[in-house]
């Protein structure tokens, strides 16, 4: 069945670049109707949305982040990534990946749903 | 200050049944689809309902959705200790142009 899996490295400074990857197994990112993306949760908080993106490139990031928010995809390896710039300790979280049904047209009812989630991956910002 | 409001805590016995409300406005649940997740402690969240009131394949029937203009439920029936877990509910915001999620229930099965 579908397995998402996150790596990354554990601890980044503050004002460095958190970089992530997602994994994707028992299935494809190309061609795929869905979309990938990411979600955290800082220690014992809600979840907050970054942002997802579509095998030929499409993405969709939160505008709270965007100007921080980089997501790509590697449809070769079946990965996409996060990288997340000027971190602060506000970014300690568990990062998600997780594929995404997203569907925005003008004028017609969206919906966005996260169907298949990886297991999380603690990054902790500090010096 | 989550966009979607849920009761931070909700609880009651087993085997009876519980709602979770999660209200929000014109802009995202009032004119889009909503979804609802579970997550067990130390886990990733699950998806329970999507489209406001359909079950993926392996949810319980006991586990269901519903909407009504810029509020949704979820309504769980004979509850089991199991179900003790943190619920969310999310639905994308056509006016922030984002994927929104409520601040989480906590169920507690008593």
């Known amino acids: 069945q579908l397995q998402l899996q996150e790596s990354g490295p554990g601890l980044v400074k503050p004002s460095e670049t958190l970089s992530l990857t997602c994994t994707v197994s028992?299935?494809?990112?190309?061609?795929?109707?869905?979309?990938w993306g990411w979600i955290r949760q800082p220690p014992g908080k809600g979840l907050e949305w970054i942002g997802n993106?579509?095998?030929?490139?499409?993405?969709y990031n939160n505008p709270s982040l965007k100007s921080r928010v980089t997501i790509s995809v590697d449809t070769s390896k079946d990965q996409f990534s996060l990288k997340l710039s000027s971190v602060t300790a506000a970014d300690t979280a568990v990062y998600y990946c997780?594929?995404?049904?997203?569907?925005?047209?003008?004028?017609?009812?969206?919906?966005?749903?996260?169907?298949?989630w990886g297991q999380g991956s603690l990054v902790t910002v500090s010096s | 200050q989550s966009v979607l409001t849920q009761p931070p805590s909700v609880s009651a016995a087993p085997g009876q049944k519980v709602t979770i409300s999660c209200s929000g406005s014109?802009?995202?649940?009032?004119?889009?689809?909503v979804s609802w997740y579970h997550q067990l402690p130390g886990t990733a969240p699950k998806l329970l309902i999507y489209d406001n009131n359909k079950r993926p394949s392996g949810i319980p029937d006991r586990f269901s959705g519903s909407k009504s203009g810029t509020s949704a439920t979820l309504g769980i029936t004979g509850l089991q200790t199991g179900d003790e877990a943190d619920y969310y509910c999310?639905?994308?915001?056509?006016?922030?142009?984002?994927?929104?999620f409520g601040g989480g229930t906590k169920l507690t099965v008593l």
């Open positions: 997780a594929r995404t049904f997203l569907y925005t047209e003008k004028g017609e009812m969206a919906k966005i749903f996260f169907d298949h």
């Open positions: 014109s802009s995202n649940i009032g004119n889009n689809y």
């Open positions: 993106i579509y095998w030929s490139g499409t993405t």
């Open positions: 999310g639905t994308w915001d056509s006016s922030l142009s984002t994927g929104v």
């Open positions: 028992g299935g494809s990112i190309s061609g795929s109707s869905f979309y």
